[in-house]
């Protein structure tokens, strides 16, 4: 029998490339996005799966929505990966963050205990969480001390998943997902970003790229890699919690000077904190500035993953290192650009 799978923020990147991995694996694909225009579907047309899953409307702040999906739409397995997913609009939206990323994950998981507490679970957590790190590298019993309303929001929905596991016999896992990235990921994410302007760069831009705290360190993998591992987490006999990443950090500096180098540039940094600018040394061009308006009002400096019971549990480990994530990024960009 043909297995079938609900994914919330199908046309988000994660939602692409799970939603691929799942088409591919014979599942029956059905997606919730909160509105249905072309501009939200490019993901899926760009993974030419489009004609391939079905969509229907779904917003995780309308109980009564998301009621009548999931008592209708019986599936083995539910993907909640859509969210209010950008750390620094939750500053300017804190109480639209804490209602979506928080009480909508209590949404769903009350009407899958009412309607289908068979539905196994998957809860879409994250690195940010950890904030103001407690421990280096970051691991599944680590303590929590989030440094954004995304982050606290987030916290919520990770418990709330962990309490119906507990509470209620559901099979409910979160992935603690460090950060993954791809040729897809939005251009207001800074990976993405960096990518995007330093590709108008190599096309003849004159535009530096701005950017805020070079000094910050992230883990950083490719998306593709991560969603085999949520669709590991579902497929063993006993829900947990897993963290997924590289357990290596980079600053974001040097995931610039990656991305440039693979387009023919050879950074030189200068300066520090505000004042730091980076020049291609090949030109003498002024690529990149610092700017205070993208600094965070609460900084999360250092952030790296432990995997090590993703590797033992799940049988799953990162692929893709950074350099070649930078690389693939930079270059789809600048593809796309021609």
Not at 132 to 157: A, D, H, I, M, N
Not at 171 to 177: V, Y
Not at 279 to 297: D, L
Request: negative net charge; charged residues 25%.
């Amino acid at each position: 029998m043909t297995s079938k799978a609900f994914i919330t923020g199908i046309t988000g990147q994660d939602g692409a490339y799970l939603a691929k991995l799942l088409l591919e694996k014979g599942y029956h694909v059905h997606g919730g996005v909160r509105r249905i225009s072309h501009q939200e579907t490019l993901r899926l047309e760009k993974l030419g799966i489009l004609q391939d899953v079905r969509l229907s409307e779904f917003d995780l702040s309308e109980m009564n929505n998301i009621t009548r999906l999931i008592r209708d739409n019986p599936v083995d397995e539910f993907y909640n990966l859509a969210a209010q997913s950008f750390v620094g609009s939750s500053w300017d939206q804190p109480i639209y963050a804490g209602d979506v990323n928080g009480l909508g994950v209590v949404r769903i998981l009350d009407s899958l205990r009412t309607y289908h507490p068979e539905t196994r679970f998957y809860q879409a957590s994250t690195s940010e969480m950890f904030g103001l790190v407690q421990e280096v590298p970051q691991r599944e019993t680590t303590r929590f001390y989030p440094r954004s309303p995304y982050g606290v929001s987030k916290v919520y929905g990770h418990y709330i998943t962990t309490n119906y596991r507990e509470s209620f016999g559901m099979h409910a896992s979160s992935g603690i997902l460090f950060n993954h990235e791809s040729p897809l990921r939005g251009q207001e994410f800074v990976t993405r970003k960096i990518t995007m302007a330093l590709a108008k760069i190599a096309r003849g831009s004159a535009q530096p790229l701005i950017l805020g705290n070079l000094e910050a360190q992230r883990d950083w993998g490719f998306a593709g890699d991560y969603v085999e591992g949520m669709w590991r987490m579902l497929q063993q006999e006993e829900a947990n919690n897993y963290v997924l990443a590289t357990g290596v950090t980079t600053p974001i500096r040097d995931f610039v000077r990656f991305a440039a180098e693979c387009l023919g540039m050879e950074l030189e940094f200068d300066g520090e904190g505000v004042n730091e600018i980076a020049i291609n040394k090949k030109t003498g061009q002024k690529v990149v500035e610092v700017s205070e308006q993208f600094f965070r009002p609460a900084e999360v400096d250092l952030l790296i993953g432990d995997a090590s019971k993703a590797q033992a549990e799940l049988g799953w480990k990162a692929t893709v290192e950074i350099r070649e994530l930078a690389e693939m990024m930079a270059k789809s960009d600048y593809d796309d650009l021609r």
